[in-house]
T-cell receptor
Framework: GQSLEQPSEVTAVEGAIVQINCTYQTSGFYGLSWYQQHDGGAPTFLSYNALDGLEETGRFSSFLSRSDSYGYLLLQELQMKDSASYFC?????????FGTGTLLAVQP | DVKVTQSSRYLVKRTGEKVFLECVQD?????MFWYRQDPGLGLRLIYFSYDVKMKEKGDIPEGYSVSREKKERFSLILESASTNQTSMYLC?????????????FGDGTRLSIL
């Protein structure tokens, strides 16, 4: 079977750093992606990791360890606008398999 | 910028009706996808298409069908709507499958079946 696990909720304060973990079990693996979805909005692409290591894009970084079937999204210098749901997604043949999402609440 | 347009933002239909959800993308993408999103369940893939007239079942295809007669348009059909199909439906497109190429999503259709 194929499954992804991520925490359902995370709370952090403005200016802090938060890490959202994702573990996966899939029969095939073609990279790990992260998407952000604000309440009532469309999911938007944040990052993609095909190889082990850290990818940085501004305040956001994403990490992958294929041997551990594990990745995380790191958000630095948190802002109120970062309050959203974050989904990890594993690439499979011609499609993505999404996790159930982590709701991040940023408090002042 | 890629634009994925879903025909309706909100839709209310009755049990047993045949329901059509339309999705159009303007970036000549090969791949198109239909998901449903329910609280606590994330995005679940219903069907996807990697070329015109080609379709593949996702994880939850029961009760749904799709049509892709033109590259830019991907339709989701509820053959006989039931109350358990009340959900948010999201359409997406991408240049290719897998994770490398981002999927671009429409704003969603919130469908209520009464």
């Amino acid at each position: 079977g194929q499954s992804l696990e991520q925490p359902s909720e995370v709370t952090a304060v403005e200016g802090a750093i938060v890490q959202i973990n994702c573990t996966y079990q899939t029969s095939g693996f073609y990279g790990l992606s992260w998407y952000q979805q604000h309440d009532g909005g469309a999911p938007t692409f944040l990052s993609y990791n095909a190889l082990d290591g850290l990818e940085e894009t501004g305040r956001f970084s994403s990490f992958l360890s294929r041997s551990d079937s594990y990745g995380y999204l790191l958000l630095q210098e948190l802002q109120m606008k970062d309050s959203a749901s974050y989904f990890c997604a594993v690439g499979a043949t011609n499609k993505l398999i999404f996790g159930t999402g982590t709701l991040l609440a940023v408090q002042p | 910028d890629v634009k994925v347009t879903q025909s309706s933002r909100y839709l209310v239909k009755r049990t047993g009706e045949k329901v059509f959800l339309e999705c159009v993308q303007d970036m000549d993408h090969e791949n198109m996808f239909w998901y449903r999103q329910d609280p606590g369940l994330g995005l679940r893939l219903i069907y996807f298409s990697y070329d015109v007239k080609m379709k593949e079942k996702g994880d939850i295809p029961e009760g749904y069908s799709v049509s892709r007669e033109k590259k830019e348009r991907f339709s989701l059909i509820l053959e006989s709507a039931s109350t358990n199909q009340t959900s948010m439906y999201l359409c997406a497109s991408s240049l290719s499958g897998g994770a490398k190429q981002p999927q671009h999503f429409g704003d969603g259709t919130r469908l209520s079946i009464l």
